[in-house]
């Protein structure tokens, strides 16, 4: 399922930022399965490469850069942000973006725009498949490089590849090692075998005493005895011991044939789940075409209704317009039929006129004498009128002069009325102000108060958290030296945490499981570790539930699972002691200090108290072994107490006691590891609390801000008070000038009223004087009135002024009727008509094109609705199909959480049977040891009847040479002793009584011992029998160590095989799926069958430690001697492995610079080909000069370098779907 997941996973789009050559946003998409790159050199191709690279975290290096900067576009300003942005997409329509960003000299790494780490980057990448050490991106001289590899460079390629060179340091690690034991092993046989010869003098020389003292038969009886008192005793252990590994194999058989089982089981449950996958994805692969199409219907459908509406607004717009166009035809009409009116009614006025004026012929002669009649008569007017009109000049005159001055006083009084208008509205204006500034003081003043309160509540909360900073970074500090001062063992450590998976399971089985008693109960102090693991005794790993039903539940559990035995400890069912109050009296232990009871200097759950005190059972703890004994047995107040101290000596109130911390060591680490749990879950509690606190820490810029905020509103309301003031003294200095604006009008008025006074006087005088003026006009005028048959000469001049304006009148029509004319020849002019026509035929085109684009409309409905039912038939197939894929991918989960929580128990029954196993080796190696005594003693031991001799098994144990110490032969020496059967009849007789092995061992060894002192008595023999006492313990001291070293170098050779294994496994995989592909790859790569391409490895057993040869043979030269390749052959070898390495690796993308540029036009055709089948399992994105290359492309991108006004370069992209002009 991952693999499938991994080759479906594709580019769908990439945005490039300000990155290198390309400028602005630069947003590249779609991309198809091959895709080709195109463009002149320097235009940006290896850049956009470089963008790929930079996205999946490439080394800076292999971008041709020194540092971060260089990627920088060199135009883009501070404010812009330089990133490469890749979408990928999956075969579930699903989508995942990654974003690299440069943020000064490092980098911040987002998926789907949440920001991460970039150890969580580069997982997410490697899940999808995108792996930048697998060599996703070839560049040019990557396919030289690798045309040029040695045999162990090649090698190191394929370390690299296929893993496995992730396990190159710890076999040379564990090799030194298991090496440097060997050599350490056989010089300590070396030595003891020096010693062995030492003591064999020695003891010749001992025995030769002996039987100069006639002790040599009694002392070879009872060494005969015990030595085989010693072999039965051993014999017994290692059956014991050999029993309880057959029955714990077993176990452990059982368990393997159910995991093999269930893998059965789980096998064929992959393939169900293969072949439903395989179903699946058919079906998605034809709802994906589907969608495909319906998405393109659906498209098509939008764009058509889309276009269908835009005609709709289209007809109305023409409709409109023709309308208007028959609105303007219709006003034309109707404007020329009203000036054809207004024409008609113009001529008629013409023609009253003239006919008005021409019934007299002789009417414009007499009006010229009339008119010549009356200039005279005027003029005799005028001369007797001269000191009349005389008089009135001067008082026109000086009534002009009075309305001057009235005008004058009027202007100066609206200009008052103005000004006084003006400064009452800006009085008015400004105390409306004032009253705002007020307003917006107190608003402001609130909002600088509650910025302030802010600013303090978050500068106590920064002093706060950072206090607690510190006070949590003290802890911190205490609790990681705690935890550097716990000596851990990773063994105890693995112990622990099995006990840990045991209980877990069993918590999560049964309710009323509390834990084990060494982890609910933690010493105050880390002295009181060793008395708690001292008294805790047998029950230190013992489990604590709530009842009795609740710890049968358990142990069936545990049977059930084949899980190892547990002790219980049932709180309803335990006989727990009183606590005795009273201990907790200094006083009662005779000046003795810090005297404490275990149970106090515990802590642990209330719940859980009756079981502690059950275990401690009113024990004391004393600091020194000294102290304790004396609580123990010794106080005055004769009472007798369980007293434990701080190094692990126990003394009981029964005289009995047991001490050292050796004994207990690993009870300690268990603890050890326990606290260590512990520590780290506070360590991560605190580090979370640091990490909360931090938050407030990081608030400095919002305190600045706020700061910033605060003094921005101090300073606005000190300008706004300014403001105020200076605006108050604007109104006080209004005030004054409007009351002096008021004064001054009043006085202006007063002069007004004087001055029209003075007018109506002149008013009167002219009035008089115009009617002397008239009585003189009249008599004058007389006789021309009474010629005329006119009462005064006034009508006459009323009579000329009406034959004026006939005349003006008259010209006044002649000029219309020009300007109707006019009008009705503009508007004839205009071609309305044609226009109407114009968007009648507009409108009806659009109409005809709408009603076809209804009818494809409806044809792509029907479509749309026969996809959607196809659909929905494809998802009634898939619904049950994914239903049971979901229920076999369950079931599938479940089945392997059984398997690896049955793998996990094999390691601890492993542990288990190694214990045994570890006793009865050293059992069959103290067994070995007294055979050898007795050989070295001379000591003819008794055997029944045997396949072997002991002559023949010291001769083959003589034959053992140091560098076989550690081999195959020992194990072989063991097995042979362990064959032999001993004549224990003796041993029987002397325990006849009734008595046991184990007493016969301790009379033997008196009985010896006694002799040992008699010979130490005499002279002639103490110094022998001391120096033998010095070799045997060296000897003992050196099998001890022989032992020891065996066992840890069992244990290093085993790790060194294993990992050895795992290298060669790893490595074998990868190079034999490599080696299968090479060969049809380079014949697809060459086009021709004959060429042949192969791999070598020159150490079969460890490949990896030699080189691996690469040979090929082009085509057409199987039959040529040795001749030296060309570089166009040595690219297409090198590409083979290459493609070889990618197929084994299901890379799912790959980008390729320029791999053609040294190859022919033939071989290019044939990497076309093989790129065309590849593009099935991966996407392919190729930069190329070569035409005949690009054309073969799903889709092509173009580059090409633009230069902008200020001369900087950029990089600017063009893309173009090739398929579809293939069919062309």
Not at 149 to 177: A, H, P
Not at 295 to 318: C, G, M, Y
Not at 441 to 448: G, M, P, R
Not at 875 to 888: M, S
Request: with cysteine; aromatic share 8%.
């Amino acid at each position: 399922m991952m693999e499938s997941a991994i080759l479906n996973t594709k580019i769908s789009r990439l945005e490039i930022s300000f990155f290198k050559s390309f400028a602005g946003v630069n947003k590249i998409y779609p991309f198809e399965l091959l895709n080709g790159v195109y463009g002149l050199n320097g235009s940006g191709k290896s850049n956009f490469l470089d963008a790929f690279a930079f996205c999946f975290n490439e080394n800076l290096r292999k971008l041709r850069i020194r540092n971060a900067k260089q990627l920088i576009h060199i135009h883009a300003d501070e404010s812009e942000k330089t990133y490469v942005k890749c979408t990928f997409s999956f075969a579930d329509l699903t989508e995942k973006s990654f974003t690299k960003e440069i943020v000064g000299s490092s980098f911040n790494y987002s998926i789907d725009d949440q920001e991460v780490e970039e150890k969580t980057y580069v997982q997410e990448l490697i899940n999808i498949g995108i792996n930048i050490k697998n060599n996703i991106i070839v560049y040019q001289e990557d396919i030289q490089a690798i045309a040029s590899l040695n045999g162990k460079n090649l090698t190191n390629l394929f370390e690299r590849v296929s893993g496995s060179i992730s396990f190159r340091r710890d076999y040379q690690s564990l090799l030194s090692q298991v090496e440097q034991a060997r050599l350490d092993g056989k010089k300590s046989f070396n030595n003891k075998k020096e010693l062995l010869t030492t003591q064999k003098r020695l003891r010749d020389i001992s025995k030769t005493n002996r039987i100069s003292h006639g002790l040599q038969e009694h002392y070879e009886k009872y060494l005969k005895k015990f030595i085989l008192a010693n072999l039965y005793i051993l014999d017994v252990n290692i059956k014991t011991a050999e029993k309880n590994i057959q029955k714990l194999l077993k176990i452990k058989e059982k368990k393997e044939n159910k995991i093999k089982e269930r893998e059965r089981i789980l096998k064929e449950l992959q393939k169900n789940i293969e072949s439903s996958e395989k179903k699946i994805e058919k079906y998605e692969l034809q709802a994906s075409v589907n969608f495909s199409k319906k998405t393109t219907v659906r498209a098509n459908f939008e764009e058509l209704n889309e276009q269908i509406v835009k005609d709709k607004k289209k007809i109305e717009s023409a409709k409109k317009n023709l309308e208007k166009a028959q609105e303007f035809d219709e006003s034309r009409a109707k404007a020329i039929k009203e000036l054809e009116d207004a024409l008609k009614i113009e001529n008629e006025k013409k023609k009253e006129y003239l006919d008005a004026s021409n019934h007299d012929p002789d009417y414009w002669e007499k009006m010229e004498q009339q008119e010549n009649e009356y200039q005279r008569l005027k003029t005799i007017v005028s001369e007797k009128n001269v000191a009349i009109i005389q008089a009135l000049d001067i008082l026109e005159y000086r009534r002009r002069g009075f309305d001057n001055q009235m005008e004058n006083f009027h202007r100066q009084l609206n200009d008052l009325n103005n000004k006084l208008e003006m400064q009452i509205k800006l009085l008015s204006n400004n105390e409306s102000g004032l009253k705002e500034i007020v307003n917006k003081i107190k608003e402001i003043e609130k909002e600088s108060e509650e910025v302030r309160q802010d600013v303090n509540k978050l500068k106590m909360d920064t002093e706060t958290s950072e206090k607690q900073r510190i006070e949590l970074m003290t802890k911190l500090d205490e609790i990681d030296e705690k935890i550097h001062s716990l000596k851990l063992d990773k063994s105890q450590i693995q112990i622990a945490k099995w006990e840990e998976e045991t209980l877990e399971y069993l918590k999560k089985t049964v309710k009323g499981v509390f834990g084990r008693m060494y982890q609910v109960c933690e010493p105050i102090h880390n002295r009181y570790k060793i008395p708690m693991a001292k008294v805790f005794g047998h029950f230190f790993s013992a489990i604590i539930v709530d009842t009795r039903k609740t710890a049968m539940k358990c142990v069936e559990i545990l049977e059930q699972s084949c899980l190892t035995y547990e002790k219980f400890l049932p709180l309803d069912s335990l006989d727990a002691p009183v606590l005795q109050e009273r201990l907790r009296d200094p006083s009662l232990y005779d000046s003795i200090n810090n005297v404490k009871l275990l149970y106090d200097v515990l802590q642990f759950p209330t719940e859980i108290s009756r079981a502690v005190l059950f275990v401690t059972k009113n024990t004391l703890v004393c600091e020194l072994s000294k102290e304790a004994n004396h609580v123990a047995y010794d106080l005055k107040s004769k009472n007798k107490h369980n007293c434990v101290s701080l190094d692990g000596t126990f003394y009981k109130t029964n005289g009995s006691f047991s001490g050292g911390k050796s004994s207990i060591s690993k009870r300690v680490q268990l603890i050890d590891s326990q606290m260590s749990e512990n520590l780290k879950t506070r360590k991560k509690e605190i580090m979370n609390a640091i990490k909360e606190g931090q938050k407030y820490l990081d608030n400095q810029s919002e305190l600045k801000s706020l700061e910033s905020k605060q003094n921005n509103l101090n300073w606005k309301i000190k300008y706004l008070k300014d403001a105020y003031n200076k605006m108050e003294s604007e109104c006080n200095e209004l005030k004054e000038s409007i009351s002096k604006l008021t004064d001054e009008k009043k006085h202006l008025q007063l002069q007004c009223d004087e001055i029209q006074k003075e007018l109506d006087k002149v008013h009167l005088e002219c009035q008089e004087l115009q009617n002397q003026n008239a009585s003189i006009e009249n008599k004058i005028y007389q006789d021309f009135c009474k010629n005329l048959g006119i009462k005064c000469i006034s009508e006459y001049l009323n009579q000329s002024r009406l034959q004026e304006e006939k005349k003006s009148n008259l010209r006044k029509i002649k000029e219309q009727i020009e300007r109707i004319e006019s009008c009705i020849e503009y508007e004839s002019n205009k071609n309305t008509s044609n226009n109407v026509k114009r968007w009648s035929d507009v409108v009806k085109n659009l109409e005809n094109d709408l009603l076809d684009k209804k009818t494809t409309m409806k044809g792509l409905e029907k479509d749309l609705q026969a996809l959607e039912k196809e659909e929905q038939l494809d998802k009634q197939k898939l619904d049950p199909l994914i239903e049971e894929l979901n229920i076999n991918v369950t079931e599938l989960k479940k089945l392997r959480a059984d398997i690896e929580k049955d793998k996990n128990s094999i390691p601890q029954l492993l542990s288990q049977i190694q214990n045994p196993s570890e006793n009865g080796a050293t059992l069959k190696a103290d067994f070995h040891d007294w055979i050898l005594r007795a050989k070295n003693e001379m000591i003819e031991l008794p055997l029944l009847e045997n396949d072997i001799s002991l002559n023949d098994l010291y001769e083959l144990i003589e034959s053992v040479e140091p560098e076989d110490y550690d081999s195959q032969k020992l194990e072989e020496i063991y097995n042979l002793e362990q064959n032999l059967c001993f004549n224990y009849e003796s041993l029987l007789e002397d325990s006849a009584d009734g008595g046991n092995i184990d007493e016969l061992l301790k009379v033997y060894e008196d009985e010896l011992a006694s002799l040992r002192q008699k010979l130490i008595a005499m002279p002639t023999s103490s110094t022998v029998e001391s120096e033998l006492d010095e070799v045997k313990k060296k000897i003992d001291q050196l099998n001890k160590e022989h032992r020891e070293h065996l066992k840890e170098l069992k244990k290093l050779t085993s790790e060194f095989e294993k990992v050895k294994k795992l290298r060669y496994d790893t490595f074998m995989e990868s190079f034999e799926s490599i080696r299968e592909k090479l060969g049809a790859v380079y014949k697809k790569i060459t086009g021709r069958n004959s060429a042949q391409a192969f791999l070598l490895t020159v150490n079969p057993e460890e490949p990896y430690l030699d080189e691996i040869k690469f040979k090929f043979v082009p085509p057409n030269k199987q039959n040529r001697g040795p001749v030296e390749p060309s570089g166009g052959e040595k690219t297409l070898a090198a590409l083979s492995l290459l493609f070889s390495i990618h197929g084994d690796q299901h890379v799912p993308i790959l980008l390729l610079d320029e791999i053609d540029a040294d190859l022919d036009k033939k071989n290019v055709n044939n990497v076309i080909k093989y790129l065309n089948e590849a593009k099935k399992d991966q996407q392919i994105i190729f930069i190329s000069h070569n035409d005949s290359v690009i054309k073969c492309a799903d889709r092509v991108s173009g580059f090409y370098a633009a230069t902008k006004s200020d001369h900087s370069k950029r990089t600017i992209y063009v893309s173009l779907d090739l398929n579809k002009y293939k069919n062309n």
